[in-house]
């Protein structure tokens, strides 16, 4: 069998997982759009229909999410993040601006801080279609962001709006007792067990890991709830 990351186990399956669970997942827009903010001129949102632009692009890896678990083989397709960003993104930058980090937003207004380094790297996508069917719901519908080298809550779902930014948002990061406890790694690479922003990835494992059984069981609440 093959090496997982440090500290990851591996699950059957693929669950449904985040802090969102109690919600059902946000409904799908008619016209999903990509709509972009901060250090860009004014354009119409992207639609997604405008993705076809982009050469497809198929990868397949293994999810890992923060609290421990990781999904084997999910076979991802959609267009590669940095391809959206040489057509979408870098015509409309205001000049003589250097961008360091991108906020990926989901339609449950989730979002997370990317440094660009990051969401350039060759493996990451804007995916579609996950296991030879379109992603669904539970998933990311219409879209999100597979980042297989960074742990699973830099890779957003239901992606909706990205903001360019050219420093550190700080208005992004979570000042609440709980972000402050949860303060994930502004990297967050799977391999170099960047977990948290403080504490070593190793001293943390079994904090998190003991947050799979409350999530996973909130989970299936909100899916009977709902
Ligand atoms: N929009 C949105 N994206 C999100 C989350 C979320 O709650 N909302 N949770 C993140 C976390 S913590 C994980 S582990 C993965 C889970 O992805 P999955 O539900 O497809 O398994 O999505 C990430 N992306
Ligand atoms: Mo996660």
Known sequence: MKKLPPGQRRIDG?????????????PMPEDPVIALSGAVRRRPPVRLEELSRLPRREIVADFHCVAGWTATDLHWE??????????????????????????????????????LRDALTDDVLLADRLNGRPLGGDHGAPVRLVSPGQYGYMNIKHLCLIEVCST??????????????????????VWHEE????????????????????????????????
């Open 78 to 115: 959609g267009v590669r993040f940095a391809d959206f960003y040489r057509l979408f993104v870098q015509p409309v930058l205001e000049p003589d601006t250097t961008i360091t980090h991108l906020a990926f937003e989901g339609l449950d207004e989730v979002a997370s801080v990317v440094e």
């Open 195 to 226: 977990r948290h922003a403080r504490i070593a990835g190793r001293l943390v494992r079994p904090f998190y890991r003991a947050l799979i059984r409350p999530i996973r069981y909130l989970s299936s609440k909100g899916a009977r709830d709902s």
């Open 168 to 189: 550190l948002p700080v208005h992004r990061l979570g000042t609440g007792i709980v972000e402050r406890l949860i303060e994930g790694h502004p990297r967050a690479r």
């Open 14 to 26: 693929f669950p449904r997982f985040g802090t969102h669970l109690h919600r059902p997942p946000p």
